[in-house]
Structures are given as structure tokens and as C-alpha cells.
């Protein structure tokens, strides 16, 4: 379930004014050349909304879908190898995670 779904009002679904949850820093599109600088750029505003998420009221921040976004994975520890020159990814990211968390 993701924690929009599962928190409506403190998501402002129901009046965006009662909104709790931070939003998502926004996607930025690059090419493979800039994947570094991009992610560096990034870095701030992803750790604010990391630090805002765990603030927020225990039925929220101590919640299992928001436990087991900042659970480590095998990838976190031995990160696979990526080819950007191929289509295919290795393995599940946490920012996929991160994404469909709050999306």
C-alpha cells in the first residue's frame, strides 16, 4: 500500500491544505553523461524529504510502509554495476522505491 492510500488526510487528498506529508523533490530529466552531477544535485533536497518523513506523527513515520522504505537492501550494501550503455537495470533501487512509495 502506499502512503498516500493509506494516510488520505495527512496526504491532503481530502483538502490539500491538511497536508503532512512532504511532497517529493521532482524528477529531473539528464542524459547518461550527467547522472553524478544530477544526483548530487538532488542529494539536498532528497535528504530534507527523508528528514521531514521521519518527523512527521508516529502512525505516519513508524508506519510499515515507511519502515521498510529506509529498511537496507541487499543493493544499498553491494550496489549492482549499472550499464548505461544497455537497457537493462540490475536490480530494485531504493529511489524506484522511494517513488512508488509516494506516488
Not at 502512503?3 to 521532482?26: A, C, T
Not at 552531477?37 to 542529494?43: C, E, F, I
Not at 508506519?63 to 540490475?90: A, C, M, Q
Amino acid at each position: 500500500m502506499q502512503i498516500l492510500d493509506k494516510f488520505p488526510i495527512e496526504g491532503g487528498q481530502k483538502d490539500p491544505k491538511k497536508r503532512i506529508i512532504p511532497f517529493l523533490p521532482g524528477k529531473i530529466l539528464f542524459r547518461r553523461s550527467h547522472v553524478r552531477d544530477v544526483a548530487m544535485k538532488r542529494l539536498r533536497f532528497i535528504d530534507d524529504y527523508c528528514r521531514a518523513l521521519v518527523r512527521l506523527p508516529p502512525q505516519i513515520s513508524q508506519s510499515e510502509e515507511v519502515l521498510r522504505f529506509f529498511e537496507t537492501k541487499p543493493d544499498d550494501i553491494n550496489p549492482p554495476v549499472e550499464d548505461y550503455g544497455s537497457k537493462r537495470k540490475s536490480g530494485k533501487s531504493h529511489w524506484r522505491h522511494l517513488y512508488l512509495l509516494t506516488s
